[in-house]
């Protein structure tokens, strides 16, 4: 091994015969794991290996040196300990006999992963790859090195916890570049305060990026969920993914560093879900934030909010004062005096001795008044089977729309399951108590929560269902009832609800097997048939090609079929000498067709019982 004037532990320079750091404590002969690589191996010629720094069931990372640039670096090595494994003094990874097609699938996905991080290198606030390249029967990537501190260990130094004006400064860039990875196809799953850093210049990098199965349970890989913060469809497998579940990851991480509190785990929130409030926690928190946060945190992904410019939308959006509308889902009861318009109010003087007098007379006067109405509404003979109301001059009936005169008003908000819903206002007579509500606005609304809501109970929904390109799958964008127009106990709407725009974007079958390409397809709307395609070039039960290509769009609402090309494996055969030679054809349903695979590095995998 050459000779190397750096320290193993932080690549900072040492003197020669120096055994321990003195800028990290790393001691010259420490002890490592047999399974990893060895400190001071180098790579592809130019990068020196040094201590293992973290692992988990997808890869390790390695604090490194790049001796071209002369840089520190980080390096991450393709290393699924449950399905390989590495001898002690040996650089080559074996791969487990019986593991190499899972092995070499979930490699697939490391690479193309981080072929689209080593993209993204003009986004400030993700550490994006430097290179790639294969050896040892692996693949490595390289990242640029991070002084700083994690998110959490920054929250240590800072009370535990952040105010909700310090997060709107500092958490903007990391919500842009969030939806920026969604939008190149990337999900991260690991959205948390470990993998989150802060640079000694203030910006926070988004780092920890893995591929799916590391970070889902019941998977071929050892899983690492970060409790609190990962979705409950990371705890099971057949459950679909997606931007919604970093929606998951990112409230929960808001959830913490404005309340100090760590959420509890989803799988606890499932059997029993006792999640408090952050206003509750700290009652700093806007009202409008800590709610959405609650929303960002659904346990059902269908209702959860779904991208992270949905989240930023209501995170920021301002609420609304001055209006009849509570949002609080208890039942109360105000009482709306007319009121003439606002303006500052000016001081008064105290009432004098003959003020008070007058008052006094005025009060006895009210109340006789009082008695009187009473009497007069009833002597009123109802018998029209309608409302009722009483001016004392003269009386207003019916059965119809009424609008009543507001010192016979009061509006009650009904209690909601749900905090985001609008309670429903209602309309109370005076003399008879008849009630009639006032319509919300429901577009937008979905129409699962709203038909099975309390507060429209008052409702019978009839619902018909058509595509529509404003409104996402689901959600109402008519109603037959229009918005603040009145009607009764047991009133008949019909709404019409979204299913979804026309035309839908045929969704990417990269390194994805038919059963879980399918769900995707299943959760777009997009109908499709399977058809197998004879192929030595892709694993068995993988998806081989589609009969229009990803990205392209399919018209759902003329029920347009996708073709599934499924791979097939031929059997195994071993010809005899007197067998003659086999001439290959083209295959006339893809004649001139390269498989679309990922580009892997050369590499060369070797079976190990």
């Known amino acids: 091994m050459e000779r190397f004037d750096r320290c193993y532990g932080c690549?900072?320079?040492?003197?020669?015969?120096?055994?321990?750091?003195?800028?990290?404590?790393?001691?010259?002969?420490?002890?490592?794991?047999?399974?990893?690589?060895?400190?001071?191996?180098?790579?592809?010629?130019?990068?020196?290996?040094?201590?293992?720094r973290s692992y988990n069931g997808e890869s390790?990372?390695?604090?490194?040196?790049?001796?071209?640039?002369?840089?520190?670096?980080?390096?991450?090595?393709?290393?699924?300990?449950?399905?390989?494994?590495?001898?002690?003094?040996?650089?080559?990874?074996?791969?487990?006999?019986?593991?190499?097609?899972?092995?070499?699938?979930?490699?697939?996905?490391?690479?193309?992963?981080?072929?689209?991080l080593s993209k993204m290198g003009t986004l400030n606030h993700i550490n994006a790859a430097l290179d790639m390249f294969g050896d040892n029967n692996t693949a490595y990537a390289v990242f640029g090195w991070l002084d700083g501190n994690t998110l959490g260990e920054y929250l240590k130094m800072n009370a535990g916890e952040l105010s909700w004006d310090e997060?709107?400064?500092?958490?903007?860039?990391?919500f842009t570049t969030l939806s920026l990875v969604h939008n190149a196809g990337l999900v991260h799953r690991g959205i948390s305060p470990e993998n989150i850093v802060i640079?000694?210049?203030?910006?926070?990098?988004?780092?920890?990026?893995?591929?799916?199965?590391?970070?889902?349970?019941?998977?071929?890989?050892v899983p690492e969920i970060y409790s609190g913060y990962a979705a409950p469809e990371q705890y099971n497998s057949s459950n679909w993914q997606g931007t919604w579940t970093d929606v998951y990851g990112i409230s929960a991480l808001l959830y913490r560093i404005l309340t100090g509190v760590v959420p509890v785990d989803a799988v606890s929130r499932i059997a029993n879900d006792d999640l408090v409030e952050p206003a509750k926690i700290n009652p700093d928190i806007p009202r409008n934030v800590s709610k959405v946060i609650m929303n960002g945190m659904s346990l059902n992904g269908e209702m959860r909010i779904q991208t992270i410019t949905e989240?930023?939308?209501?995170?920021?959006?301002?609420?609304?004062?001055?209006?009849?509308?509570?949002?609080?889902?208890?039942?109360?009861?105000?009482?709306?005096?007319?009121?003439s318009g606002s303006g500052n109010r000016k001081k008064t003087k105290p009432p004098s001795r003959h003020g008070l007098f007058l008052m006094i007379i005025a009060v006895i006067l009210c109340v006789g008044m009082f008695f009187l109405i009473m009497v007069l509404i009833l002597s009123v003979d109802d018998t029209s089977g309608g409302y009722s109301t009483s001016t004392g001059l003269s009386t207003i009936t019916g059965t119809d729309d009424v609008t009543l005169p507001s010192e016979f008003t009061e509006i009650t908000t009904m209690p909601t399951d749900t905090v985001t819903e609008p309670p429903q206002t209602v309309i109370t007579t005076s003399q008879t108590n008849a009630m009639v509500y006032v319509m919300n606005d429901l577009t937008g609304k979905v129409f699962d929560i709203v038909s099975k809501s309390d507060t429209y109970s008052s409702l019978v929904f009839t619902a018909e269902y058509e595509y529509n390109d404003e409104y996402p799958k689901g959600q109402i964008f008519e109603q037959s009832i229009p918005k603040d127009q009145t009607f009764e106990e047991g009133a008949e709407i019909s709404v019409k609800v979204s299913l979804g725009p026309k035309?839908?974007?045929?969704?990417?079958?990269?390194?994805?097997?038919?059963?879980?390409?399918?769900?995707?397809?299943?959760?777009?709307?997009?109908?499709?048939?399977?058809?197998?395609?004879?192929?030595?070039?892709?694993?068995?039960?993988?998806?081989?090609?589609?009969?229009?290509?990803?990205?392209?769009?399919?018209?759902?609402?003329?029920?347009?079929?996708?073709?599934?090309?499924?791979?097939?494996?031929?059997?195994?055969?071993?010809?005899?000498?007197?067998?003659?030679?086999?001439?290959?054809r083209p295959d006339p349903e893809f004649p001139e067709e390269t498989p679309y695979v990922t580009e892997e590095p050369d590499i060369i995998i070797t079976i190990f019982d």
Do not use: W
Not at 167 to 174: A, C, E, H, T
Not at 324 to 338: E, F, G, K, N, V
Not at 538 to 565: F, H
């Open 503 to 584: 035309f839908i974007v045929i969704p990417d079958y990269l390194a994805l097997n038919k059963k879980d390409y399918f769900a995707k397809l299943d959760s777009l709307g997009i109908k499709y048939e399977e058809q197998e395609k004879l192929t030595e070039d892709m694993l068995e039960g993988y998806v081989y090609g589609t009969s229009k290509e990803p990205g392209e769009q399919i018209d759902v609402e003329a029920g347009e079929t996708l073709i599934v090309y499924v791979a097939k494996n031929p059997p195994v055969t071993v010809p005899s000498e007197t067998d003659p030679p086999v001439t290959e």
């Open 60 to 116: 390790a990372l390695y604090v490194g040196y790049d001796t071209i640039t002369e840089s520190k670096v980080l390096i991450k090595e393709y290393m699924p300990d449950s399905l390989c494994s590495r001898e002690k003094g040996s650089s080559v990874i074996n791969v487990d006999q019986g593991s190499v097609a899972q092995y070499k699938t979930l490699l697939s996905e490391f690479v193309e992963l981080n072929k689209i």
């Open 11 to 52: 690549m900072e320079r040492i003197d020669e015969g120096t055994e321990v750091c003195p800028n990290c404590g790393y001691h010259a002969g420490a002890p490592y794991l047999p399974s990893y690589l060895e400190p001071g191996v180098r790579l592809n010629d130019r990068y020196v290996v040094g201590k293992l």
């Open 311 to 339: 989240l930023v939308t209501q995170l920021f959006e301002q609420p609304e004062y001055g209006s009849a509308r509570l949002s609080s889902s208890s039942t109360q009861t105000i009482t709306i005096p007319r009121q």
């Open 199 to 221: 640079t000694g210049s203030g910006e926070l990098k988004i780092t920890g990026f893995s591929i799916a199965d590391a970070r889902t349970a019941n998977t071929e890989l």
């Open 167 to 174: 997060v709107k400064k500092l958490f903007p860039p990391i």
